[in-house]
């Protein structure tokens, strides 16, 4: 998969650089990113590619403000979230 994101491109010339000095580990860094659009906070980590259902939640019903969590076998495999105002979203994958 192609990520463009500055800290993935470090990561992964760095990784590159080690297997071609004889490391052969492959790049196994998790994807995440965060965005601010204006007012808004959007935050991801890992890729959502294996999951048996998507887990919204949203402290106030009637904000745009929300976590959703993609979940296999009861075990948290991406947490996203768009806030406003910012707060944290604690999943570990």
């Known amino acids: 998969m192609r990520v463009e994101h500055y800290d993935n491109a470090a990561k992964q010339g760095a990784s590159a650089a080690a297997n071609m000095l004889g490391a052969q580990e492959p790049h196994s860094d998790a994807h995440w990113f965060w965005s601010d659009q204006?007012?808004?906070n959007l935050q991801a980590v890992g890729l959502a590619t294996d999951y048996d259902q998507v887990v919204i939640r949203r402290e106030d019903p009637d904000a745009p403000a929300f976590a959703a969590f993609y979940v296999k076998t009861i075990r948290c495999r991406r947490p996203s979230r768009w806030t406003?105002?910012?707060r944290?979203?604690?999943c570990a994958s």
Request: hydrophobic share 0%; charged share 20%; with cysteine.
């Open 38 to 40: 204006y007012e808004h």
């Open 88 to 90: 944290s979203c604690g």
């Open 84 to 86: 406003t105002p910012r």
